[in-house]
Each structure stands twice: as structure tokens, then as C-alpha cells.
């Protein structure tokens, strides 16, 4: 009879320490059989120290990001169409023939007096487009968070102390962003609280029902401020139903034909059945010499 014995394990970052123990009959250790160690290189980027893995997540999120924003704008465009508004094509056509007045002033006037219909779509997309932080982070990252939250301090000041009413009047009108009406490069500027864009929309539309305007009802201000405040954590896959989730981005099978899917890398599925092709391989391997 075999005597039992257990198996410890002391796993680090770069290197797996391990004993064998001898167990008696009551399951208690009693001596050491074999110990040993086994040290591989960190998983992480020599020089700074970054997981391996950090440059392909940081492009999937940016691929999610840039989908997302193009989702948003997609469902403004119906939306817009839907109440009468022009959409993608008209605003498109008319940004190509120039001679558009500034979106900045157009955000001013909407608030003091009526509009065109294009001129509130396209207010509509400028506030969709810039619609201020708000943070997802499970973790903070302090030094860039600590510079967003600075700027979006100095902007709320300096809206209370000149009594702008919104973002947009703030930007037209003070002279700190006559030439630098976006961020750049670890200049965060113009950087607002969310909350601000869409107390901004509220007075837009509020005005411009007041003056008379059929699309600025409250039922699409309503749906434009779901789709304005929609945000889904960088972490977190596609959404049900997304041409982006599941099985729907596993290709097909070049064995069996379109009739079959590949079986997805990650699986348990797939991986139990490469650990059983391996070892069938190597079974048969060594019993190649002797069947000779």
C-alpha cells in the first residue's frame, strides 16, 4: 500500500516553490519527501513593470470606446430624423458648403431666443460629442484624475463667479478659451462635469420649447438625455443582443464548413480537449520505439 502524502504549493509572481509531504494515517505530515522550486520570468514589461497584457487592453478599450460613441451618434441621428430634425446626411451636406455660424454661438442663441431646425440638431450632436466626465473607474488613478478634477473645480468657479448659465456661455464667452476650446495633450482645460452638459440640454430645450418649437418636446428630451447619459463601464463587454458579444465573433469551422462554429479558445470545452490531444500524442510517442 502506498503511503499518502500532500502537496504544498507557494506560488509568486516569479517562481513556484513546492513540497511533497508524507502523511500518516491520521492525514498529518510526518516527513519530507521532495521540495523544490521553479523560477520563470515576471509577466510584466521589463523596463516599467506594466503587464504584459496592458498595450492590447488599452486598445480594446479604445475600440469600445470609439464603438460606443459611434453607437450614440447612430441613435441621435434616428432620434432627430424621427421628430423632424435633420439627420446625418442633411447636417453632413451643410457642414460641406460652409458658411455654418459657430456652434458656441448657436448655444448661446438657443438659450435667448428660436433657432432652425438645423441649428438645433446641430446643438444636439456638438453637447453629444463634448458631453463633459464623468468617471468609471473601479480604481482611481490619482494623477490623472487629480488633473481632470482640478480643471473641472477651476471651470465650476469660473462659472459662478462670471454667472454663466451653462458650458456652452462659459465657452463662448470667456477669454480663457477664445483659442483652446478642447483638450490636448495632458492639458485638460476645458474639462466639465457631465451633470453640467445635461443641466445645459435642459435649458436648451426648455427655451426652445418656449419659443415655440415643435421638436423640442419633452418626450425627445427625454430619449436624447438617455442617449446623451448612456455609459457602460470600459470594462465591461458588449451588451446583450451586440453584434460584438458571445458566439457571434467565433468564426466558422474550415474542418466542417459554415454549418459548424469553431469552439471558442477560452472554453473549457476546448481547452480539456487539448489537454486530452496532448496527452494522447505523447502516449503514443513513446510507445512508437517499442511497436517498431
Known amino acids: 500500500m502506498k503511503h499518502p502524502y500532500g502537496i504544498g504549493l507557494d506560488i509568486g509572481i516569479a517562481s513556484v ?10 492525514a498529518e505530515p510526518y516527513g519530507l519527501i521532495r521540495c523544490g522550486s521553479r523560477i520563470f520570468d515576471k509577466a510584466e514589461q521589463p523596463q516599467k513593470g506594466d503587464s504584459l497584457a496592458a ?11 470609439l464603438r460606443r460613441r459611434s453607437l450614440r451618434k447612430a441613435d441621435l441621428y434616428e432620434l ?6 435633420p439627420g446625418k446626411a442633411e447636417i453632413e451636406q451643410a457642414v460641406q458648403a460652409g458658411h ?13 431666443g428660436p433657432v432652425t431646425a438645423l441649428d438645433f440638431a446641430r446643438i444636439l450632436l456638438h453637447l ?28 465650476t468657479r469660473r462659472m459662478e463667479a462670471n454667472r454663466y448659465r451653462t458650458v456652452g456661455e462659459m ?3 470667456d477669454p480663457v478659451f477664445a483659442e483652446h476650446k478642447r483638450n490636448k495633450a495632458e492639458n485638460y482645460l476645458s474639462t466639465v462635469k457631465r451633470d453640467q452638459i445635461i443641466d445645459e440640454a435642459r435649458l436648451v430645450f426648455a ?22 447619459t448612456r455609459q457602460r463601464s470600459f470594462a465591461e463587454g458588449p451588451g446583450k443582443g451586440s453584434p460584438y458579444s458571445g458566439s457571434n465573433r467565433v468564426g466558422t469551422c474550415t474542418l466542417e464548413g459554415k454549418s459548424e462554429q469553431r469552439a471558442a479558445k477560452a472554453a473549457f470545452s476546448f481547452e480539456y480537449f487539448t489537454l486530452l490531444q496532448k496527452s494522447i500524442i505523447s502516449a503514443l510517442r513513446k510507445t512508437e520505439p517499442a511497436a517498431r
Open 17 to 26: 516553490g513546492w513540497a511533497v509531504v508524507a502523511l500518516n494515517e491520521n
Open 55 to 65: 498595450p492590447r487592453r488599452e486598445a480594446r478599450s479604445a475600440r469600445r470606446r
Open 80 to 85: 432627430m430624423e424621427k421628430n423632424g430634425l
Open 100 to 112: 455654418l455660424p459657430d456652434v458656441y454661438a448657436l448655444r448661446v442663441q438657443a438659450l435667448d
Open 128 to 155: 453629444m460629442q463634448r458631453r463633459g466626465f464623468r468617471s468609471n473607474r473601479k480604481a482611481d488613478d490619482a494623477q490623472k484624475d487629480g488633473k481632470l478634477l482640478q480643471a473641472i473645480d477651476a471651470n
Open 171 to 173: 465657452m463662448y464667452r
Open 207 to 228: 427655451a426652445q420649447r418656449q419659443y415655440g418649437a415643435t421638436w423640442a418636446s419633452p418626450e425627445m428630451e427625454a430619449e436624447y438625455l438617455c442617449i446623451l
